[in-house]
């Protein structure tokens, strides 16, 4: 597992740490049920975006690990060729 996804994931689960600790402190409130409400819709976008980076890197394979090479790379090698 990508250590991106397990941040989302970790997120996800502080989030929605926050909404119950909000919610318990005084159930009644309506400022802490739509505050509740919200964090619930945050972590619903949040699961959903670390499944879809999930799949992404899964179906990525090697092409998501190619190496990068700098533009001199790229001038060195056309002068070796035309030697």
């Not at 502080?14 to 919200?38: C, I, M, Q």
């Amino acid at each position: 597992m990508n250590i991106s996804v397990l941040l989302v994931y970790a997120a996800a689960a502080v989030t929605a740490a926050l909404a119950v600790y909000v919610v318990s402190r005084d159930p009644k409130n309506p400022v802490s049920r739509f505050f509740a409400a919200g964090m619930v819709l945050l972590v619903m976008e949040s699961a959903v975006s670390a499944a879809v980076t999930r799949v992404a890197g899964s179906r990525c394979g090697s092409e998501g690990s190619a190496e990068v090479r700098s533009p001199s790379h790229h001038a060195n090698t056309a002068e070796i060729s035309k030697n």
